[in-house]
């Protein structure tokens, strides 16, 4: 196991009735990076995320998060890694604040910096507001104070700025840019919005089909494709570009 990784799978699978949706699935995320996970729909990103937070049990091969087996040590991975994966769910009739306290008893964490993660995300003025009456950014603001608030290392974020305005999506990039900055923490992220990804992400992983085709380094992207991702992407989805990966 290599000590810079915070996410390494080895061979990852998963079958759904008799399907491999995911098949031999390594990726590789080192420290204090932003790995954006690209992907087509139902190429397997939400599968892959599901089995790093014990959402889903892999068919087979391995995955070890900050060097714990995502099996055997699942409960040691809980408390060290933040999720938004798939539609957030909260106590309906309760307040931010309260499903934030709720959170934070279940992961054995004390209350103290509640009022600055509503802050940090542009909840703190919906006071004891339920969350039923959220828009849908708001309810994201809030999915992304959970993940956060209880300090994970590994933060693991399914299409994340879903439902967030311009501005949001602005506000929600440099809060993430700056926890990776000034926290250390690690980010795997993914978006179908690529001019996002590009602004965020450090190392770009793509998936076809189940199976991860290519991680690399979006420095690299950007000096083979000064357009853009977009076209990196649309290269190995055409077949243009051959499998690579930098690890
Ligand atoms: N519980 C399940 N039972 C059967 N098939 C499933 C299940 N969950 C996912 N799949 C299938 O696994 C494949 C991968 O789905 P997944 O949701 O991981 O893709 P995705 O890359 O996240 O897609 P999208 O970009 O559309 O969100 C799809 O073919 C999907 O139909």
Same mark, same amino acid.
């Given at each position: 196991?290599?000590k810079?990784?915070?996410v390494?799978t080895d061979n990852l699978?998963k079958?759904?009735l008799?399907?491999?949706v995911i098949k031999?699935?390594n990726?590789?995320?080192?420290?204090?990076?932003i790995y954006?996970?690209?992907?087509?729909?139902?190429?397997?990103?939400?599968?892959?995320f599901?089995?790093?937070?014990?959402?889903?049990t892999?068919t087979?091969?391995?995955a070890? #998060?900050?060097g714990?087996?995502?099996?055997?040590?699942?409960g040691? %991975?809980l &408390?060290? !890694?933040?999720?938004? *994966? $798939?539609?957030p769910?909260?106590y309906?009739?309760?307040s931010?604040?309260?499903?934030?306290?709720i959170?934070?008893?279940?992961?054995g964490k004390?209350?103290?910096?509640?009022?600055s993660?509503?802050?940090?995300?542009g909840?703190?003025d919906?006071g004891?507001q339920p969350?039923s009456t959220?828009?849908l950014g708001?309810?994201?603001r809030?999915a992304?104070a959970?993940?956060?608030i209880?300090?994970?290392?590994?933060?693991?974020l399914d299409?994340?700025i879903n439902?967030?305005?311009?501005?949001?999506i602005r506000e929600?990039?440099?809060?993430? #840019?700056?926890?990776?900055k000034?926290?250390?923490v690690?980010i795997? %992220?993914? &978006?179908h !919005?690529?001019s996002? *990804? $590009?602004?965020l992400a450090?190392?770009?992983?793509?998936?076809v089909?189940?199976t991860?085709?290519s991680e690399?380094?979006?420095?690299?992207?950007?000096a083979e494709?000064?357009?853009?991702l977009e076209a990196?992407f649309?290269?190995?989805m055409?077949?243009r570009?051959g499998?690579?990966?930098t690890n």
């Open positions: 196991m290599n810079n990784l915070v390494e699978t079958t759904f008799g399907k491999e031999g699935c990726m590789h995320v080192e420290t204090g990076m954006g996970f690209l992907g087509a729909n139902g190429a397997g990103k939400t599968t892959v599901k089995m790093l937070s014990g959402l889903l892999p087979m091969g391995k070890r #998060i900050l714990m087996d995502i099996i055997s040590q699942r040691g %991975i &408390s060290e !890694i933040g999720t938004i *994966i $798939e539609t769910i909260f309906e009739h309760l931010a604040t309260e499903n934030l306290e959170h934070l008893a279940y992961m004390d209350n103290s910096d509640i009022v993660a509503l802050a940090k995300v909840l703190n919906t004891s969350v959220f828009s708001m309810r994201q809030l992304i959970r993940a956060i209880h300090k994970p290392k590994l933060l693991i299409e994340p439902g967030l305005d311009p501005i949001g929600m990039r440099d809060f993430f #840019i700056e926890l990776v000034t926290q250390g690690t795997l %992220i993914s &978006s !919005i690529l996002e *990804i $590009e602004h450090d190392i770009i992983g793509v998936i089909n189940g991860i085709v690399v380094s979006m420095t690299k992207v950007k494709y000064p357009s853009g990196y649309m290269d190995i055409n077949g570009r499998h690579e990966n």
